[in-house]
């Protein structure tokens, strides 16, 4: 059987390991990091783009409207969260109309029929919290938000459950090949050999492609990003962007899946590709910059700052193609805004791709006949709460009692939903793991509350002493030791001391 290695398990990754784990193929999917999501994945704006902005003869603009559709069934499909809403750009004079029309005629060349330009009445109306200097906007119907690490994560779980190896904490440290044919990968785990190579390795994917000698080079763009108290979860309706520049689509408002608001981000190309740092100039910059939009903003309502890096080229669109140097590799880098809103479209055209190759290998690619299409839909006590079904609630506690115990009371997390994400087809094995799985840490007390019950669950449901315990993968452990280890050393420490 031919073996397919995916390196990167971003939502690129993981939406092409999904879409391949339809046929009958080995399929490996590398990661290494401790989780999936853990790149640009996990720290984004968590928009699906409507495809106005991108321009139509781009490879990002033509993806882009073509995975829009896709979203309402794909969510439902993999049980993800997800809330067509709409969108406003948001233009304050002539010049600002000016370009606002030209965002329309771009979307419909890109074929959206949809798109409207209102005025300054019918938007205050709409967004009532609007800075009232606001004059005109595009509006833009299908466009949406959704949680960019539950996709990926949903992403991942189906492709396990359908067959798909994944391997978590394997970096790849060379690509192995034969006389210009890709062979397999050279890790820290050892080598995995392999007929067919897909780099999906994010902001790395250019260092991937130059151990085949394929010359890229992807420059890191950080933005920062604040996210507010659900107490404010009302101010505003749509996604709300300012007029974009070449470089960025501006520092946006919006509301999330689960009831935020989430302001951001700014752009500043960095160097370094593991610096998510944030800056007290930066994060001051996105809430001006929001408040242009949304004048109101309240500051106290900041439960967490962080920020995301995008890989970005100087080209500014994605490349998708197979390697120019070895045959068998397919290099897919750049990918940038709109690249969660494009997931669905590229892993389609990776599978055609590989398609294509496979029959010019003479290989015949079989459909599984039992492929599972949907995820199961785990219980989550806010769900219930939101509709006022806490009696059919109360019927699952009385079958099993974890979910009667409420972990995290920001985000009114159970321990029966932490320990489904500990024990699931990809399982959360650290305390950001069980937060993207299920939101515990992530309400305004910021884990104040349930960390030390999120670490204890771990350490007894993954059978490991409680000081293994990380926050996100090795070199992360939350306790440094025993506090009668303390003790016992500050004696030590004194009784020498004392002797010197």
Same mark, same amino acid.
């Given at each position: 059987?031919?073996?397919?290695?995916?390196?990167g398990?971003g939502?690129?990754?993981?939406?092409?390991?999904?879409?391949?784990s339809r046929?009958e193929?080995?399929?490996?999917?590398?990661e290494?990091t401790a989780d999936?999501a853990?790149g640009?994945?996990?720290?984004?704006?968590?928009?699906?783009?409507?495809?106005?902005?991108a321009?139509?003869d781009?490879?990002? =603009?033509?993806l882009n !409207?073509?995975?829009?559709?896709?979203?309402?069934?794909?969510?439902?499909?993999?049980?993800?969260?997800f809330k067509?809403?709409g969108?406003?750009?948001?233009?304050f004079n002539?010049?600002?109309?000016?370009?606002?029309?030209?965002k329309k005629?771009n979307?419909e060349?890109n074929?959206?029929?949809?798109?409207?330009?209102?005025?300054?009445?019918? $938007?205050?109306s709409?967004? +009532?919290?609007?800075?009232?200097?606001a004059k005109?906007?595009?509006?833009?119907?299908?466009?949406?938000?959704?949680?960019?690490?539950?996709?990926?994560?949903a992403?991942?779980?189906?492709?396990?459950?359908?067959?798909?190896q994944?391997?978590l904490?394997?970096e790849?440290n060379d690509?192995?090949? @034969?006389?210009?044919q890709?062979?397999?990968?050279?890790t820290?785990?050892?080598?995995? /050999? =392999?007929?067919?190579?897909i780099?999906?390795?994010?902001?790395?994917?250019?260092?991937?492609?130059?151990?085949?000698? @394929?010359?890229?080079?992807i420059k890191?763009?950080?933005?920062?990003?604040?996210?507010?108290?659900?107490?404010?979860?009302?101010?505003?309706?749509?996604?709300?962007?300012?007029?974009?520049t070449?470089k960025s689509?501006?520092?946006?408002?919006? +509301?999330?899946?689960?009831?935020n608001?989430?302001?951001?981000?700014?752009?500043?190309?960095i160097?370094?590709?593991d610096?998510?740092?944030?800056?007290?100039?930066?994060l001051?910059k996105?809430?001006?910059?929001?408040?242009?939009?949304i004048?109101e903003? +309240?500051?106290?309502g900041?439960?967490t700052?962080?920020?995301g890096?995008?890989?970005a080229?100087?080209?500014?669109?994605?490349?998708?193609?197979?390697?120019?140097?070895?045959?068998?590799?397919?290099?897919?880098?750049?990918?940038?805004?709109?690249?969660?809103?494009?997931?669905p479209?590229?892993?389609?055209?990776?599978?055609?791709?590989?398609?294509?190759?496979?029959?010019?290998?003479?290989?015949?690619l079989?459909?599984?006949k039992?492929?599972k299409?949907?995820?199961s839909?785990l219980?989550h006590?806010?769900?219930?709460?939101?509709?006022?079904?806490?009696?059919?609630?109360?019927?699952?506690?009385? /079958?099993?009692e974890?979910?009667g115990?409420i972990?995290?009371r920001?985000?009114?997390?159970s321990?029966?939903?932490?320990?489904?994400a500990i024990?699931?087809? !990809?399982?959360?094995?650290?305390?950001d793991?069980?937060?993207?799985?299920?939101?515990?840490?992530?309400?305004?007390?910021?884990?104040?509350?349930?960390?030390?019950?999120?670490?204890?669950?771990?350490?007894d449901?993954?059978?490991?002493?409680? $000081?293994e315990?990380?926050?996100?993968?090795?070199?992360?452990?939350?306790?440094?030791?025993?506090?009668?280890?303390l003790?016992?050393?500050?004696?030590?420490?004194?009784?020498r001391?004392g @002797?010197?």
């Amino acid at each position: 059987m031919m073996r397919i290695i995916i390196i990167g398990a971003g939502v690129i990754g993981t939406a092409i390991a999904r879409e391949l784990s339809r046929y009958e193929i080995d399929i490996v999917l590398l990661e290494k990091t401790a989780d999936v999501a853990n790149g640009t994945s996990k720290a984004n704006s968590g928009i699906i783009h409507a495809g106005y902005n991108a321009d139509f003869d781009t490879l990002k =603009g033509k993806l882009n !409207v073509k995975s829009n559709p896709v979203f309402d069934k794909l969510c439902a499909d993999l049980k993800v969260p997800f809330k067509r809403i709409g969108s406003y750009v948001v233009g304050f004079n002539e010049q600002d109309l000016k370009e606002l029309k030209k965002k329309k005629e771009n979307g419909e060349k890109n074929g959206l029929g949809d798109l409207e330009i209102i005025g300054q009445k019918q $938007l205050i109306s709409q967004e +009532p919290n609007i800075n009232k200097k606001a004059k005109y906007a595009l509006y833009a119907p299908g466009a949406a938000i959704i949680s960019p690490y539950e996709l990926t994560i949903a992403y991942a779980n189906n492709a396990v459950i359908n067959g798909v190896q994944l391997l978590l904490n394997t970096e790849v440290n060379d690509l192995i090949s @034969d006389d210009g044919q890709i062979k397999g990968v050279k890790t820290n785990q050892g080598e995995i /050999k =392999g007929d067919f190579v897909i780099n999906a390795a994010g902001l790395y994917s250019d260092k991937i492609a130059r151990m085949a000698e @394929d010359n890229f080079k992807i420059k890191p763009r950080k933005g920062e990003y604040h996210l507010f108290d659900k107490e404010y979860g009302d101010l505003v309706n749509h996604i709300l962007f300012p007029m974009p520049t070449k470089k960025s689509k501006g520092i946006l408002v919006l +509301p999330t899946v689960h009831g935020n608001i989430l302001i951001g981000p700014n752009a500043n190309t960095i160097d370094d590709k593991d610096d998510l740092s944030t800056t007290s100039k930066g994060l001051n910059k996105v809430l001006n910059g929001a408040k242009r939009l949304i004048p109101e903003i +309240p500051e106290k309502g900041v439960i967490t700052s962080f920020s995301g890096l995008r890989a970005a080229l100087s080209s500014e669109d994605f490349h998708i193609d197979f390697s120019e140097n070895l045959v068998g590799l397919i290099n897919i880098i750049g990918i940038q805004s709109p690249g969660l809103s494009s997931a669905p479209a590229i892993s389609d055209m990776v599978v055609e791709m590989f398609k294509n190759y496979s029959l010019r290998e003479n290989y015949e690619l079989q459909l599984k006949k039992d492929f599972k299409e949907k995820n199961s839909k785990l219980p989550h006590y806010y769900e219930y709460e939101d509709k006022g079904k806490l009696d059919d609630w109360q019927k699952i506690v009385e /079958k099993h009692e974890d979910y009667g115990e409420i972990i995290c009371r920001c985000e009114h997390v159970s321990r029966g939903e932490i320990i489904d994400a500990i024990n699931a087809p !990809v399982p959360a094995q650290t305390i950001d793991a069980i937060k993207r799985r299920t939101r515990a840490s992530s309400g305004r007390c910021q884990a104040g509350f349930c960390g030390p019950r999120l670490l204890q669950i771990l350490a007894d449901q993954l059978n490991i002493d409680p $000081l293994e315990v990380s926050k996100k993968g090795s070199g992360s452990q939350i306790l440094r030791a025993r506090s009668k280890q303390l003790i016992l050393e500050k004696i030590k420490e004194d009784k020498r001391a004392g @002797d010197q």
